[in-house]
């Protein structure tokens, strides 16, 4: 299942990483973390820089910082 990590920057402004789920399929992932930042997007959340695509043991995961506040 994707996780979601959230740390407090200062008392308005806020940042998040989203992750998607290990895959083989980076199509499949891709998907799936176009869906959970479209989810986000919807609470508040503004995507901050590009997505980041990482291989471990020849399945992808991808993770997209995002930032609320100012």
């Given at each position: 299942?994707?996780?979601?990590?959230?740390?407090?920057?200062?008392?308005?402004?806020?940042?998040?990483?989203?992750?998607?789920?290990?895959?083989?399929?980076?199509?499949?992932?891709?998907?799936?973390?176009?869906?959970?930042?479209?989810?986000?997007?919807?609470?508040?959340w503004?995507?901050?820089?590009?997505?980041?695509?990482?291989?471990?043991?020849?399945k992808?995961?991808?993770?997209?910082?995002?930032?609320?506040?100012?």
């Amino acid at each position: 299942m994707a996780e979601k990590k959230t740390a407090s920057k200062s008392s308005k402004a806020a940042y998040k990483v989203v992750m998607s789920i290990k895959s083989p399929s980076l199509n499949y992932t891709a998907k799936r973390l176009g869906d959970l930042v479209s989810e986000e997007m919807q609470s508040g959340w503004i995507p901050h820089g590009t997505a980041i695509v990482a291989i471990d043991e020849d399945k992808y995961m991808m993770c997209q910082a995002m930032t609320k506040g100012s």
